[in-house]
């Protein structure tokens, strides 16, 4: 790490109000500068879990919409103690960024894209993501339900996409990782694949609550993920569920999150239900 990259990087946390830290990394995860009073191990730590999860980011672009220009903006993870902030600071390397939750969203986000621009015309292009990189279908066919796929239908997610003008898609997925149920013309494979990658992504995510302010019990809220076309939240369902849901750039992204927190105990109701009324093995019943 270079002192004038680092001092560079002081930008934020001295301009910004609530800003906590702030990292440059590579695409591989390894730390190019970082603000004063992290440990060089947490910058370390920091820079290889921001770098996979972009990495895991950019395979579920197609999730969001099947347009040409899939190019990824940034991401952020919420947390009940603070923020965490990545974006592109060129082909090639990322910028990190961590405040209190009462920050001032617009200004953090001004002052790392006007950190970006000087950090030089080798920084200033951030990566692209294309129909190849994203792992997604080409020509902006979708993916259509196969046979078989109907029972895996969640009534209460179709209703929200319905209602809201823009949104896209949705699965519940459970901590291992596989899907339990999706939104009308999502198939298997599809549902798969993204529940995997949100898997990691919130793994990743978790790793970055130190980055975030230090605390003894962390409370992870949701991941944040912004394209040229479009939107993925991954939030918590349960104490072993997760909702991801995309939706369309221009849609009332208020609108949406409300109605994804709404819906998400109605989700995890009936499995509730049905495991209170099974008698289990061995279990006598009148």
Not at 32 to 55: F, N, Y
Not at 250 to 272: G, M, Y
């Amino acid at each position: 790490m270079t002192a004038d990259l680092s001092w560079m990087l002081e930008d934020i946390v001295h301009n910004v109000p609530r800003a906590r830290h702030a990292v440059l990394l590579s695409a591989d995860g390894l730390p190019r500068g970082a603000t004063e009073g992290l440990a060089e191990k947490d910058v370390r730590t920091i820079s290889a879990a921001m770098a996979g999860m972009q990495s895991l980011s950019r395979a579920t672009a197609h999730f969001a919409g099947t347009q040409e220009d899939r190019r990824w903006n940034q991401t952020i993870i919420e947390f009940t103690h603070g923020w965490s902030f990545l974006i592109g600071a060129g082909q090639g390397s990322y910028l990190a960024a961590a405040a209190a939750p009462d920050v001032d969203m617009q200004q953090i986000s001004f002052r790392m894209h006007r950190l970006v621009a000087r950090l030089g015309t080798n920084l200033t292009s951030p990566p692209r993501v294309n129909a190849e990189d994203a792992g997604g279908p080409r020509g902006g066919v979708p993916r259509q339900q196969g046979p078989g796929d109907s029972g895996f239908v969640l009534g209460e997610l179709d209703r929200v996409m319905s209602e809201v003008k823009g949104a896209r898609h949705a699965v519940l997925l459970g901590s291992d990782g596989l899907p339990r149920g999706a939104t009308h013309g999502m198939s298997r494979d599809l549902a798969d694949t993204i529940s995997a990658a949100m898997t990691g992504i919130h793994a990743y995510s978790r790793v970055t609550s130190q980055f975030a302010g230090a605390v003894e019990d962390p409370e992870w809220r949701q991941t944040v993920i912004e394209f040229q076309h479009g939107w993925i939240f991954l939030m918590a369902a349960g104490p072993d569920a997760f909702l991801a849901a995309a939706a369309e750039h221009d849609c009332d992204i208020e609108q949406f999150t409300t109605r994804l927190h709404e819906v998400v105990p109605r989700l995890t109701a009936p499995a509730k239900a049905t495991v209170a009324s099974t008698p289990g093995k061995g279990t006598s019943h009148a």
